[in-house]
């Protein structure tokens, strides 16, 4: 594994780990019932996605990540926290933010050329998720309009 894809799928752990975070700070402030199972599964995707990828470092003979917050995840879950004070809009907006983060770097690690084929086929599969998890938001939000 090139020194490029470590760091990269590194960095989708922590990402996935501060989305997760994000979500179970908005979660609190949702009420539709089917909004927040939703929610709530796209929460464990996150925890599921950092499962897969730090599996797979180990299994290459990697060390993946220990969880720690950098400056993107306090700032997330600042974002979060705040949007989310003002009830379920707000922590859906919230929520589409941080999503919009993940699919931008689940899209660029798609697209990288250095991963190999079981790390791209993880990657990917991460990726399908995030995509139905803003497509979901986007569907929310502009039902809300």
């Not at 009420?31 to 470092?57: G, K, W």
């Not at 700032?75 to 931008?104: I, Q």
């Amino acid at each position: 594994m090139s020194k490029d894809m470590v760091e990269q799928i590194t960095d989708l752990i922590k990402l996935d780990w501060d989305a997760a975070e994000c979500y179970d700070r908005a979660i609190e402030h949702i009420e539709t019932p089917d909004v927040y199972q939703n929610i709530s599964r796209f929460a464990d995707d996150h925890r599921r996605h950092v499962d897969r990828l730090s599996e797979y470092m180990e299994s290459i003979g990697e060390t993946p990540p220990k969880k720690s917050k950098d400056m993107k995840g306090y700032f997330l879950e600042g974002f979060a926290a705040l949007r989310s004070m003002t009830g379920e809009d707000g922590a859906l907006k919230a929520l589409h933010s941080s999503e919009k983060m993940t699919n931008k770097a689940y899209r660029e690690a798609v697209e990288n050329e250095n991963l190999g084929e079981e790390s791209m086929r993880l990657v990917m599969e991460n990726y399908d998720d995030e995509k139905k998890h803003i497509a979901y938001r986007e569907e929310v939000l502009h039902a809300k309009v």
